[in-house]
Each structure stands twice: as C-alpha cells, then as structure tokens.
C-alpha cells in the first residue's frame, strides 16, 4: 500500500479502524451532530473502514468538515483503496450480498445511516466512498 497523503489516516489494520472509529466520534461531536447522528456516523465509517482493509487490501480515510451551498455544516468522510474495485456496485449496494464471510450489510447500511453516499469504484482500479451527515 502507498503512503497516503497529507491530511489521510491510513487503513492497513485493525488498529487503524479503531482509530477511524474515535476520530470519526470526536469530529461528529466537535461539528455538532446529534448523539443519533454522531453514533450513525460513527457505524458507517466503521463499517466503511472495514471494508477498506478486508475488500479493498487497505487504503486511507480522510474526515473533513463539510458545507453544503446553503451554508449547512455537517461531516464529510472519504475513504480510498487501490484495491480489486467492485464489478457490480448495484449488486455490491444489495442487502446481504458479500464477497466476503459478513453479513452482506456494510454498504448498503452505510448507505442508509448517511445523509449522502457516493460510490465510485472500477475493477482492478480500487474504490472511492464518501459519506456525509448534515447537522440537523
């Protein structure tokens, strides 16, 4: 794996999606989410994080602040691999399809407990999510 960029948390173990985890809690409590939110931010990312290090052979999280053009703020989350990518994403966003030995809920839930979700992968080319909670 290469050394992410400035700014990125790398995702190359357990350890790091633990960390993925509290940064991800600090940030959502420091921007302002709710307890619901923060705790649904928190889950997503984790999940993400996950998936980054088992489907994607690891890759990098990146947490920012975000606004919106109506000057909403909320949080922003982007995760990165360079992994195998994901052939079929309409079939991979699919309640209970996995490649894996897990439940087959990791995107899709993502999907559900964030206010914005976008999926960019190509085969052998890696993938890209990000995940946005607004403050309500």
């Known amino acids: 794996m290469t050394t992410p960029p400035a700014g990125e948390m790398?995702?190359?173990s357990n350890d790091d999606v633990v960390r993925i985890r509290r940064t991800v809690r600090t940030a959502a409590s420091a921007a302002g989410l709710s307890?619901?939110?923060?705790?649904?931010?928190?889950?997503?990312?984790?999940e993400l994080a996950r998936n980054t290090l088992v489907h994607?052979?690891?890759?990098?999280?990146?947490?920012?602040e975000a606004t919106d053009a109506q000057g909403r703020a909320g949080l922003r989350i982007v995760f990165t691999d360079e992994g195998p990518g994901i052939a079929d994403k309409e079939q991979a966003m699919t309640d209970g399809w996995s490649t894996g030995e897990g439940l087959g809920l990791g995107l899709s839930g993502a999907r559900?407990?964030?206010?914005e979700f976008e999926l960019e992968s190509r085969p052998g080319e890696g993938t890209r999510v990000v995940l946005v909670k607004w403050i309500r």
């Not at 559900?112 to 206010?115: E, K």
């Open 10 to 12: 790398p995702i190359a």
């Open 35 to 46: 307890l619901v939110d923060q705790t649904k931010i928190v889950t997503a990312a984790s």
């Open 56 to 64: 994607g052979g690891g890759g990098s999280a990146r947490v920012e």
């Open 112 to 115: 559900r407990l964030a206010d």
